[in-house]
């Protein structure tokens, strides 16, 4: 839970740094380009980016995004479980003071992330009961195949609804003359065939999501001005200079007739001066070239945000050795045959990793799904399966000893079978709490974890280089 909180200030910490380089490069690029401020897609992407560099970090197996190495976190270790490494609490000696600081701050933070959340779906949920309980008092009747609306109330004419998009019009409505009530009424059409409810929509949800973030905020308001210039522009394309006369009129008086707008697409929000000049000049396309760069640049950002943020590793305290292995008067074991031909070792015993935070209780063999795995010692076999491990087979070998061989994708033998050294039983898969396709395996006696390099020979030599390095910094080997 501490590594999640610690994660969940550095992503939140990289999207603020993220949004101010988007400001800028959007700002400078629509001053240079003005086209841009009614291209839909800048702008969504621009709020996709961000919500990118919050959200993947918080994924598990998202370490290899980063090219800055591993900074590491002093914590002490506690398990809960009878099953893992670390069966009681350790104290974490030599730990500065400020340790228990940096478990309250990222525990602070992520319960005021949850209550900004929930602030903003609160907000969000106010607004559509205000606007739905106007809905029950409208009239209802129904226009170019879309349920039509009529109050009497001081509000813009909007779309309401996403999945069955609705026509909210006030009745001051009547006042404006027939050419300007069939251009207003166009321009929610608009909204309706380009699909802009979803997108309002999607934007609103991903504007929750990065509540703490003021460029997020920027970002929303400019797509939302961006749907309105690009019903503007699709509305009055190929029509003469006396009905964009009339559309520019019907705009400010809506204007001076609205009161507080509601959540909705709403005809006429946004700079008065802007949209009346755009309506009077004309608006271009931006070139499918400049797109294409934008998009690069967007990427770009994000890319290079996702890659600077170092991932965070458990620096752990020195743990005492008879929590991890059987007293050392126990007999040293036989060595066992290797349970896959190929060997790769990506997790060792006691390592503590994002998936891992109470300490490793086994070793993690990468391999193919289907690659065939091997008992390692004669014995008897049990089959089971569950949601943490997945399809397992246990092998009692005697003399209180047992390995377990899990997230096997087949089995193929049953419980009681008698199995020998380098018989299969079955093959690598990825079932239960796994993350892709490996073999954990695990080695008990008496019931207490053992560290399998007791019973394999020659592990450090079949490791990966990630694998070694996290061993070494928190083991000192």
Known sequence: MLLFSLTLLQASAA???????????????????????????VWLGAQLVLAAVFVLPLLPNTRQLSVVPEVSVPVSLASAAPDVPLATAVPAAGLPSAASWLALVPCAWGLIYLLGVACAAWRWRRGHAMLRALM???????????????????????????WRPRLLLPAHLAQFTPEQRQLVIAHELTHARRRDPLLRLLATMLQALLWFNPVARWLAGQLAWAQELGCDRQVLAGRAPRQRQQYAAALVRQLGLQAQPLPGLAFGGGSMAERLLRMRDGQ??????LRALMALLLCAIGAASLAL??????????????????????????????PL???????????????????????DLGARRGTPVHAA????????????????????????IESLYAHLDRVTLTTGTAVTAGQAIGTVGATG??????LHFQVTRDGRLQDP?????????????????????????
């Open 309 to 338: 943020q170092p991932a965070l590793a458990w620096a752990v305290a020195a743990t005492p050795a008879s929590m991890l292995t059987a007293p050392a008067s126990a007999p040293a074991p036989a060595v066992w045959r290797n």
């Open 284 to 289: 271009a396309r931006p070139a499918p070239a």
């Open 453 to 477: 390099q007791q019973w394999l020979a020659d592990l450090d030599a079949k490791a990966t280089a990630r694998a070694l390095r996290l061993r070494k910094e928190q083991f000192g080997r």
């Open 15 to 41: 999207c603020l740094a993220t949004g101010p380089l988007l400001w800028a490069m959007l700002s400078l690029a629509q001053r240079r380009w003005p086209a841009l401020a009614a291209q839909r897609s």
């Open 433 to 438: 709490l796994a993350t892709g396709p490996h």
């Open 377 to 400: 010692a004669d014995g008897i076999a049990s089959v089971s399966e569950d949601a943490r491990f997945g399809k397992a087979v246990r092998i009692d070998h005697g003399a209180g």
């Open 341 to 363: 031909d190929s060997m790769r070792v990506t997790g060792f015993f006691g390592v503590v990793r994002q998936m891992t935070p109470q300490g490793h209780s086994g070793i």
């Open 136 to 162: 029950q008092l409208a009239r209802r009747r129904r226009l170019h195949g879309l349920e039509v609306l009529e109050v009497d109330a001081p509000i813009s004419p909007m779309l309401v609804g996403v």
